[in-house]
């Protein structure tokens, strides 16, 4: 079974084009639902369902 593919903060920030420091604030603000974290490191774990939510969130649909 392959191990699940999970985006960092910084691939998403670029996937959405805008800053990691954006993404965090929008995060931090509740404007996007907080993501996973990962339990060894504790790093955001995006999936691609999270980027295209976090898509439609900012109006960006059709991108």
């Given at each position: 079974?392959?191990?699940?593919?999970?985006?960092?903060?910084?691939?998403?920030?670029?996937?959405?084009?805008?800053?990691?420091?954006?993404?965090?604030?929008?995060?931090?603000?509740?404007?996007?639902?907080?993501?996973?974290?990962?339990?060894?490191?504790?790093?955001?774990?995006?999936?691609?369902d999270d980027v295209r939510l976090l898509r439609?969130?900012?109006?960006?649909?059709?991108?």
């Open positions: 079974m392959a191990k699940a593919k999970y985006l960092n903060v910084n691939e998403v920030a670029s996937e959405l084009q805008i800053s990691k420091q954006t993404l965090v604030r929008y995060e931090n603000k509740g404007v996007f639902p907080r993501p996973k974290r990962n339990n060894l490191n504790n790093w955001r774990e995006y999936t691609t439609v969130i900012m109006g960006r649909v059709d991108e």
